[in-house]
């Protein structure tokens, strides 16, 4: 029961930072437009003879009532709010769509080629990381170390330059590859997340073995997967803690760059595209999105540390 307490306290505080960084988002987005508003009458009146009055006061009419900035701050807060949890995005100028039916469908590409690349490199680059910790200073150590050093060296453009040139195209058709390009980025997704899930394993290990339960283990004479499974389980919690912040900072750049360089038109895409077009709403809410996605990685990170640790889930 206690599990389940915890579970419930750590889903209350994600709702609650996700309330509240859409707080600090709507402080920024009032700035932003009354910034906009300044510039957009000093500009008007720099213009002089071009813009007469009644032209001014006809846009700071229509400026002011479009986004409704003669009611209360509060209101607006609330609006705000009420506009998150049911979706109400507001319109989208570079598609000419709501925001959210602009989203829709987007979010879901994205996380069809990160959630495998994730998968992949966790699958990976654990196993490795444990077996160069116990092999430590051996072949399979050193060989370990220097591919990290190579992985961690390349850039994902190039890693999805290198990808793409492997990858044969289709002989007499359009021209087109032969491996869906969301194969191709959840390769280069997993390919840049393995190097440090490999060097955070490892070094989770390393902390481990030296300790005096390895010792009284060794001394017992006990089997390798005996051995390495006691390890794994006091070295589980610094390798979830490691990984899981490495994995969103690192994913966060990725998508941009897979996104602009493959033909992938997800969440990162539509972004670049609203900051091209200085589509306000798209980008308040792909960023939005993004801080969301981050704060359920962040729950699911606290799961798995009461699960892997009773004591957190007491405390």
């Known amino acids: 029961m206690s599990y389940v307490s915890y579970l419930l306290r750590r889903f209350a505080f994600a709702v609650f930072s996700v309330y509240a960084a859409a707080t600090v988002m709507f402080g920024f987005t009032v700035l932003q437009i009354r910034l906009i508003f300044r510039h957009q009458l ?3 009146n720099w213009a002089g003879s071009d813009t007469t009055e ?3 006061e006809r846009f700071r009419e229509s400026y002011i009532a479009q986004r ?9 807060y609330l609006d705000w709010l009420v506009d998150l949890t049911t979706l109400e995005w507001g319109q989208s100028i570079a598609y000419r769509q709501p925001v959210a039916a602009v989203l829709d469908g987007r979010v879901v590409t994205t996380l069809e080629y990160v959630v495998p690349g994730v998968v992949i490199a966790v699958a990976l680059g654990v196993p490795l990381g444990v077996l160069a910790a116990f092999a ?3 072949p399979v150590d050193w060989s370990a170390r220097l591919s ?3 992985l961690l060296g390349v850039p994902v453009f190039m890693l999805i330059t290198y990808l793409l040139a492997a990858v044969p195209y289709v002989p007499g058709g359009d021209g087109g590859l032969s491996v869906h390009p969301q194969v191709v980025a959840a390769v280069a997704v ?3 997340l393995l190097a440090g899930q490999l060097r955070f394993s490892r070094s989770a290990v390393l ?4 300790r005096e339960f390895v010792k009284m283990l060794r001394a017992k004479g006990v089997s390798r997967t005996t051995l390495v499974r006691h390890v794994l389980r006091n070295a589980a919690l610094p390798i979830v803690s490691l990984s899981l912040s490495e994995l969103l900072a690192v994913l966060v750049l990725n998508i941009y760059v897979i996104e602009e360089v493959l033909p992938i038109d997800g969440l990162a895409r539509v972004s670049l595209v609203a900051v091209e077009q200085g589509d306000m709403s798209l980008i308040t809410w792909t960023t939005l999105v993004i801080v969301f996605l981050g704060i359920a990685g962040s729950f699911l990170q606290d799961v798995l540390y009461g699960y892997l640790d009773p004591q957190v889930s007491v405390e």
Not at 68 to 76: A, N, T, V, W
Not at 207 to 210: F, K, P, R
């Open 42 to 44: 000093a500009f008007m």
């Open 54 to 56: 009644q032209e001014i």
């Open 68 to 76: 409704r900035l003669d009611h209360p701050l509060h209101e607006r």
């Open 136 to 138: 430590k200073n051996g």
């Open 148 to 150: 990290t050093y190579a």
């Open 190 to 192: 997993a390919a840049s």
């Open 207 to 210: 902390d481990q073995t030296g």
